[in-house]
């Protein structure tokens, strides 16, 4: 993922060459046992979910980079979820994955919020929406008797997920490609608006 992104951020890849490179990256963590593991689901079953969830968290984080400080900032918020939750539960490899991640976002964001000194580029969006999928996974919720639990990495991801499901519907209706790139994000209609940076970043976050 970060080499492909290197590239993709010097000369531009296609879709079908994006995708090819998430399948196999997503591949390689659910054989490593990143996956769901859903009571009654089959085996198949969570396989494909997995798949599909690590390739579509990576794509929404690396779709909501378009401002400063927007994919970092929804990071830290979402990590620090992440840590409280493993608090709470006793969840000691999410806490530690989490803290040291966020540890490291936070020294970026400070110079990569309005106005930006560094940029995060397809590189550092995709590495994030690939450890924030890994780490939403194996995270632990919930026991069987407390099912609603397991809604919790949908809330903590729910704007990425949001921006991501609003910008393809956008698209569609407007008969466009939901692969082609437009000005429809959430983030870009606030400063279409006349919102500045900052009060975009705050609203968002």
Not at 7 to 28: C, W
Not at 45 to 65: E, F, K, Q, R, Y
Not at 146 to 172: K, M, S, Y
Request: net charge positive; with cysteine; aromatic share 8%.
């Amino acid at each position: 993922i970060p080499v492909t992104g290197i590239l993709d951020d010097h000369r531009e890849l296609s879709v079908a060459q994006k995708f090819g490179v998430q399948l196999i990256a997503a591949m390689i963590l659910v054989g490593f046992g990143v996956r769901t593991d859903f009571a009654y689901a089959g085996n198949l079953l969570n396989i494909a979910m997995s798949l599909l969830w690590i390739i579509g968290i990576t794509n929404a984080m690396n779709l909501l980079d378009v401002m400063d400080g927007l994919a970092g900032g929804t990071a830290l918020v979402i990590l620090s979820g992440f840590c409280a939750i493993s608090v709470m539960n006793g969840d000691s490899l999410t806490l530690t994955v989490s803290a040291i991640l966020g540890g490291a976002v936070l020294g970026f964001w400070i110079f990569n919020a309005p106005p930006a000194k560094v940029y995060m580029g397809n590189n550092g969006s995709h590495f994030l929406g690939l450890a924030l999928a890994a780490i939403a996974i194996t995270a632990r919720y919930a026991t069987l008797e407390r099912n609603l639990a397991l809604l919790t990495p949908l809330l903590l991801l729910g704007f990425p997920i949001l921006d991501t499901l609003f910008l393809i519907w956008t698209r569609v209706r407007k008969g466009t490609s939901a692969f082609n790139k437009s000005e429809d994000h959430i983030a870009l209609r606030f400063l279409k608006k006349g919102y500045s940076k900052r009060r975009t970043l705050a609203a968002m976050m």
